[in-house]
């Protein structure tokens, strides 16, 4: 089998300018694209990972017969360096008129988690560990 590494995550979105804004306020700072400026926006990650934006219709135009789901199907998740961090950005966003889809609490898994959606329905997991016992 051969070697593969995740290097591009690429999300669907219905409003590309409310999409930039949205994960801006995540702390992702996107470029448009200069052949592509109202359908495509990207950036760099840190580890090599590079994250894109593309509306429905730049997706229509590399996938024959594409439909856009009803909602989102990805949940992408963001780490913050303490449960504050998650309670305050939380917080920040729904104040910012983000749909808010499950306030913070504390997970038997040892993390301080919440869940918002991006414009386009699509899950954002907002985590920190919490501090050992």
Known sequence: MPTTTVKIIDIIVSDLGAAI????RLGFEFER???MPD???????PNG???????????????????????????L????GTPAEVDAAYGELVAAGVTGLQEP??????MR???VADPSG???DLYANLPAS
């Open 39 to 45: 359908d495509h926006a990207d950036c760099d990650l």
């Open 105 to 110: 609490y504390d997970v038997p898994w040892g």
């Open 49 to 75: 990972l590079h994250l894109m934006l593309d509306t429905d219709s730049a997706r229509s135009k590399v996938t024959a017969g594409w439909t856009p789901p009803a909602s989102g199907r990805i949940f």
């Open 21 to 24: 804004e949205f994960y801006r």
């Open 33 to 35: 694209n200069q052949y």
């Open 77 to 80: 998740t963001v780490e913050y």
């Open 122 to 124: 699509n899950g954002i």
């Open 113 to 115: 988690y919440a869940t």
